[in-house]
């Protein structure tokens, strides 16, 4: 099983994704690295329809688009552009908010760089993360502006604060 190499940095990125069809490849590769194989019987023999972008399956006939499950599936925003803002906000620490994530895409709206950045956290979440137990140390602190006359623990939520809870197993 070859599973293709992410981008060590955005020199790599930009060589890699040059074009949309760079991207689709790419994905082809991450969730099918043995050849692609149809979701419904699990037969491997299958066809790439170039024009449809879709694998079509010789024995059930079922198509099948390399987004089909993802978050760029159904989705109005190209590929290429998922592919942009995934890279950024998987290396933008601390994380990368709206505005950035606008700016630095340079397309689409406000709106569209939210709604690109809320399917992206959604799915970063693993889906089967297990509670923490054992030992278990928790911290909180308040992020945002500064309010006058008032220094670390002794800073209460206010209209410009954030609430951060982190918590960590010790064991
Ligand atoms: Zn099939």
Same mark, same amino acid.
């Given at each position: 099983m070859v599973l293709p190499g992410y981008p060590k940095d955005m020199r790599e990125f930009r060589q890699q994704f040059t074009t949309h069809e760079a991207c689709q490849e790419y994905l082809v590769q991450c969730r099918w690295p043995e050849g692609f194989?149809? @979701?419904?019987?699990?037969?491997?023999?299958? $066809?790439?329809?170039?024009?449809?972008? &879709?694998?079509?399956? *010789?024995?059930?006939? $079922?198509?099948?688009s390399p987004t089909a499950g993802t978050i760029m599936h159904g989705s109005h925003i190209p590929i290429q552009e998922w592919f942009w803002a995934a890279y950024l906000v998987?290396?933008?620490? @601390? !994380?990368?908010? &709206?505005?950035?994530?606008?700016? *630095?895409?340079?397309?689409?709206?406000? *709106?569209?760089?939210?709604? &690109?950045?809320?399917?992206?956290?959604?799915?970063m979440v693993h889906d089967t993360r297990s509670r923490l137990s054992g030992l278990v140390e928790a911290d909180e602190t308040f992020i945002g !502006?500064?309010?006058? !006359?008032?220094r670390g623990r002794g800073v209460v939520a206010s209209y410009n604060k954030n609430l951060v &809870?982190?918590?960590v197993e010790l064991n």
């Open positions: 194989v149809c @979701p419904k019987y699990s037969s491997q023999k299958a $066809r790439f329809k170039l024009s449809a972008v &879709v694998f079509e399956c *010789q024995e059930c006939g $079922r198509q099948t998987t290396t933008h620490t @601390p !994380g990368i908010s &709206v505005l950035q994530l606008h700016r *630095q895409l340079g397309i689409g709206g406000y *709106q569209h760089a939210w709604h &690109v950045l809320h399917r992206l956290r959604k799915r !502006g500064l309010i006058k !006359g008032k &809870v982190g918590a």
